[in-house]
């Protein structure tokens, strides 16, 4: 069974930046990702970490957030935020390779998810 435990969210200022971590249990392969949710809004996808594969960013974080990790932890490293990055940030796992960007941010691809750790940037 796979658990998702995310730490590391807090509340910084416009230009600051935050490392989030995901531990995880039982995963082996496929895919991680990092996804958010503002309130009001949908779940967005922000960053998937397939296996042996390239990752795929969303285009407002490109360039600016960071996904690393391997199988126990995944990182997500940003930078240069802003108030519009504010959210909720989740962690999930898929039992599949997502490659393709059109499926490695869609969240129904995903099984498992971490409980969510808030991000607020303040202007």
């Known amino acids: 069974q796979v658990r998702l435990v995310e730490s590391g969210g807090g509340s910084v200022q416009t230009g600051g930046s935050l490392t989030l971590s995901c531990a995880t249990s039982?995963?082996?392969?496929?895919?991680l990702g990092w996804f958010r949710q503002a309130p009001g809004k949908e779940r967005e996808g922000v960053a998937a970490?397939?296996?042996?594969?390239r990752s795929t960013y969303a285009d407002s974080v490109k360039d600016r957030f960071t996904i690393s990790g391997d199988k126990d932890t995944l990182y997500l490293q940003m930078t240069s935020l802003k108030p519009e990055d504010s959210a909720m940030y989740y962690c999930?796992?898929?039992?599949?390779?997502?490659?393709?960007?059109?499926?490695?941010?869609?969240?129904?691809?995903?099984?498992?998810w971490g409980q969510g750790t808030q991000v607020t940037v303040s202007s």
């Open positions: 999930a796992a898929s039992h599949f390779r997502l490659i393709r960007p059109v499926y490695a941010l869609r969240d129904d691809e995903y099984y498992v």
């Open positions: 039982g995963y082996t392969y496929g895919t």
């Open positions: 970490f397939p296996s042996d594969a």
